[in-house]
């Protein structure tokens, strides 16, 4: 064979040779930072969670005050992003989350034929725990704060006029409407949530 072919060849190849180490060694480079930055993703996905309720507490308007100028009718706007998972009518079947008609004081995970996560049925302490509407208003504003380890997949209303219309709706879909909570009352502590 030609001598020029083979430098040629020889040429080619030590470069195709450099390239690739160099692509290997740079993956080396930059790959290890990726799996670092995935945790850093997974540690900010959950900080502003924690953060925001540790936040939003001492600011937390009373849920008293809340629903003193609660839109029932709005609310019924707002429970659609609650249809995709449950009904709310008497009697009405369980989806993906249970029934919720008359749901506001009802004993918490006690809707018959659902199957309630170990978590939820936790929170319950054996059916003395309700859905008072300070339950429910921080449960539907942080679901995953306010009872770790539910099985509800939602992020939560963060908007309190939002979460005040939705419970004004929720309380009407009932045999007997709760009474109302004290607009003055002082604002609840939330529950310790073990
Ligand atoms: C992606 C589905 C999904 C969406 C959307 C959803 N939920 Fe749920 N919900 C569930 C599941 C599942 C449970 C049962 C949770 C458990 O067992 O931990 C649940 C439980 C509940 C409970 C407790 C009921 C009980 O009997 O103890 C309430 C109250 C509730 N959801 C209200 C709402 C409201 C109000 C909305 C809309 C703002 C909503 N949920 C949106 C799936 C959903």
Not at 12 to 22: C, D, E, G, I
Not at 51 to 72: F, H, I, K, N, Y
Not at 77 to 82: A, E, N, P
Not at 102 to 121: I, L, N, Q, T
């Amino acid at each position: 064979m030609n001598p020029y072919v083979n430098m040629a060849a020889g040429a080619l190849l030590a470069t195709v040779f450099v390239m690739m180490s160099v692509s290997i060694a740079s993956e080396g480079i930059f790959h290890s930072p990726i799996p670092e930055k995935e945790g850093f993703a997974i540690v900010a996905a959950e900080e502003p969670a924690g953060g925001e309720a540790a936040e939003a507490a001492p600011a937390a308007v009373p849920v008293g005050q809340l629903l003193a100028s609660a839109d029932a009718a709005a609310g019924a706007t707002v429970f659609k992003k609650c249809q995709s998972c449950h009904s709310i009518e008497k009697g009405g079947p369980n989806k993906v989350g249970p029934d919720l008609w008359g749901v506001v004081d009802r004993p918490v995970a006690s809707h018959e034929g659902f199957a309630y996560s170990a978590a939820m049925k936790d929170f319950s302490k054996g059916g003395s725990e309700h859905w008072t509407f300070d339950n429910l208003n921080h449960f539907l504003t942080a679901p995953k704060s306010f009872v770790k380890g539910t099985a509800m997949g939602f992020a939560g209303l963060k908007n309190d006029t939002e979460r005040a219309n939705l419970l004004a709706y929720l309380r009407e879909q009932s045999d007997s409407p709760a009474p109302l909570p004290d607009p003055n009352a002082a604002p609840a502590a939330p529950p310790a949530t073990n």
